[in-house]
């Protein structure tokens, strides 16, 4: 190919739109250019070739790596943290639901002619198994709301063994 000269200094390769500070740097691009259509021939010339392998990795297929995500990352979960401690030692330090019922029952009964009682069963429940002996106790809170429509906030806690009051409550 011809490098030619332009009006300004600049020297000029034909097929390209912007020129070169200097003679060297178009033959540099030229011969550049010689060694990619080069490239490319030798390329062309080759028959088609295909991955090495079968496309598995470690012998199995995509399909195989899906399922086995799928069905492991739960089971690796359910291993790790929900499988983490025992039911029994869960329920064991907790009172019985018949227990925060019962508790429930000795608030509602206890307020029930002056007041109106509102008893947070689900939100306001905690229990234990630190009661005298290691027996239930059950934290519930409540609200009353008197006649001219004051109203407080109580936590009740309960308690099932023999010797102690069965319901002692306290003004939040």
């Known amino acids: 190919m011809d490098i030619k000269q332009g009006k300004y200094g600049l020297w000029y390769v034909p097929g390209i739109n912007h020129g ?3 003679k060297e ?5 030229l011969a550049k250019e010689a060694e990619e259509k080069a490239f490319r021939r ?13 496309g598995k990795f470690l012998g199995y297929g995509k399909m195989e790596w899906v399922l086995g995500a799928v069905v492991g990352i739960p089971a690796i979960w359910y291993a790790w943290y929900a499988g983490s ?6 329920a064991r330090d907790r009172a019985s639901a018949s227990e925060v019922m019962e508790c429930k029952d000795r608030i509602e009964s206890s307020f029930s002619g002056a007041y109106n009682v509102d008893v947070s069963v ?3 429940t905690a229990s234990d198994k630190q009661g005298p002996g290691g027996t239930s ?14 109203v407080t906030k109580h936590t ?8 102690v009051p ?6 939040r």
């Open 42 to 54: 030798a390329v062309e010339t080759l028959p088609d070739a295909k991955p090495d392998g079968d």
């Open 20 to 22: 070169f500070a200097s």
């Open 25 to 29: 740097a178009a033959e540099r691009h």
């Open 85 to 90: 401690q025992p039911d029994e030692v869960v």
């Open 166 to 171: 069965s319901l002692s409550v306290r003004q």
């Open 137 to 150: 106790r059950v934290f519930m809170g409540f609200e009353l709301t008197a006649p001219g429509g004051v």
């Open 156 to 163: 009740g806690i309960c308690q099932f063994a023999d010797g």
């Open 122 to 124: 689900i939100t306001g």
